[in-house]
């Protein structure tokens, strides 16, 4: 029995060898999140076809994330659009989701108001069966890409927990404007009344 107790040694070993990576791999694809983006609807006046697109590619490549986060191809979404309607819904997000086989669903839309722009951005929890929403706004439209960098960097926070180089900057300079309005002072804010002027509340102006 002895002499053959190593050639066992080394069959165990072998056999560990070659499972362990196998597991580690089982891990890795149980930890994938699958995520769909849909094409964001525009709210708008003008045409903004271009600038639909340029928001779903931002989001492809700040929420992309090598073993954690893969982003469905366009070719398999629109695929999955066919013979959808009112995309938007949930009944129908719940059917592109089970179609493409996704764990998240990302649709948004793009409102113009008095030359403002919002977007409106909803992550979908397949499992969950729920969603949260993003929101961020601009006053010009050239600005709206920035803002949705920041939407960007906020799902990666609350949905998949990462914590990107945008997040830390939209962080502090969040950190930096309240400290800066705890610093004003009201009082500097009221007009000095001139001697022999008639004397009025400070926030009336007529």
């Known amino acids: 029995m002895k002499k053959y107790y190593p050639v066992k040694k080394s069959f165990l070993l072998l056999l560990m060898a ?61 695929k999955a659009l066919s013979g959808i309607k009112e995309i938007y819904e949930s009944n ?13 669903v990302i649709t948004g839309i793009i409102t113009e108001f008095a030359g403002a722009y919002s977007i409106d951005t909803k992550v979908w929890n397949l499992k969950t069966k729920s969603y949260i929403t993003f929101f961020d706004q601009s006053g010009t439209l050239d600005k ?42 009201p009082e500097r804010m009221m007009p000095v009344q001139e001697p022999g002027e008639r004397k009025k509340p400070w926030w009336k102006i007529w």
């Open 92 to 104: 129908a997000v719940l059917k592109i989701g089970e179609k493409t086989n996704a764990d998240y």
């Open 18 to 78: 070659l499972l362990i990576p196998f597991s580690s791999g089982i891990a890795a694809v149980n930890t994938l999140k699958k995520v769909v983006i849909i094409p964001f609807e525009a709210n708008t006046e003008n045409d903004l076809s271009y600038m639909t697109s340029g928001i779903l590619a931002m989001l492809e490549s700040r929420l992309s994330w090598k073993n954690n986060v893969t982003i469905v191809r366009q070719s398999i979404v629109d």
């Open 144 to 185: 709206l890409i920035s803002k949705v960098d920041v939407v960007a960097a906020k799902i990666n926070k609350k949905i998949f927990d990462r914590t990107t180089a945008s997040y830390e900057k939209y962080k502090n300079e969040k950190i930096i404007t309240e400290e800066d309005l705890r610093r004003l002072n």
